[in-house]
């Protein structure tokens, strides 16, 4: 989602520290029970109780799962295409208009639902990361408080709201390299031109998101072909223009049908 991969690599942190650990001692106890479970001298009600128990997580997690890969496989190319191609003016407008209200060399993800702010995660220049989100459905952050760390006033993302509205849009998040010639991405040193985009949100199904990379500066063959053949969440429709999807939650961030789409729209190495 990020190109330099800040909040992939702050949710893959947790969940190896945490959420990983935690699902193996999980499957090693199921395993151990339903072993017991097996053997008729060594079963007890406490085992029946565990082997139910997993079973159950396990047929919940596996429906999460074929619930997220079917609400992944509901939103198609040509719908977020012909999206683009309706609203590109305003998508365009909102992303020029952050990119002139935010302070230099700061970087910043702004997430809404309806009105209210759901996410607000700021990198102002020579200051540490910030990740903000809101406690539960239907509360807000605040907003005013953590846009004075990058210069952004509450009128200026209020009409930033106001236009990712008009656009059909969800979420923006931009970065500003300032006067760098190159960064390193990836762990490649790349000419600012060919990374310094700005992502749309346009939509989010179940816990993934469909996002525009829009690239200010038409990105050069190797992005292009980087992007085609090795990213496996882009895929280049234009110079200036690149699809996206993020599911980190899941750990697949895998754009889906992306050879599918490739062939359909008759992308090809340049």
Request: neutral net charge; aromatic residues 10%.
């Amino acid at each position: 989602m990020l190109i330099a991969g800040e909040e992939f690599d702050l949710l893959f942190a947790f969940t190896a520290i945490f959420w990983l650990p935690l699902l193996l001692i999980g499957l090693g106890v199921l395993i151990f029970n339903i072993i017991r479970f097996c053997k008729p001298q060594t079963r007890t009600t406490r085992s029946r109780i565990v082997v139910i128990w997993g079973a159950a997580n396990i047929l919940l997690a596996i429906g999460v799962w074929l619930q997220e890969k079917h609400s992944s496989s509901q939103v198609d190319a040509d719908n977020l295409i012909a999206h683009y191609e309706q609203h590109e003016a305003e998508i365009w407008d909102a992303a020029k208009y952050a990119r002139s209200a935010m302070d230099s060399g700061a970087w910043m993800r702004l997430e809404f639902d309806g009105k209210d702010v759901a996410m607000f995660h700021t990198h102002p220049a020579g200051d540490t990361v910030s990740y903000k989100w809101r406690e539960y459905r239907g509360t807000s952050l605040d907003a005013a408080s953590i846009g004075r760390r990058i210069g952004l006033t509450p009128n200026e993302i209020e009409s930033l709201r106001q236009r990712l509205n008009a656009a059909g849009c969800v979420s923006i998040e931009l970065k500003n390299y300032g006067t760098a010639d190159s960064v390193t991405s990836h762990g490649k040193t790349r000419h600012v031109s060919d990374v310094d985009f700005i992502t749309i949100g346009r939509c989010r199904h179940s816990m993934s998101m469909y996002f525009y990379n829009l690239h200010p500066h038409p990105m050069s063959d190797t992005t292009w072909n980087y992007l085609l053949l090795s990213d496996e969440t882009r895929i280049p429709v234009c110079d200036t223009m690149a699809l996206e999807y993020g599911s980190p939650a899941f750990g697949d961030i895998s754009y889906p049908l992306k050879k599918e789409i490739i062939k359909q729209l008759k992308l090809t190495a340049r």
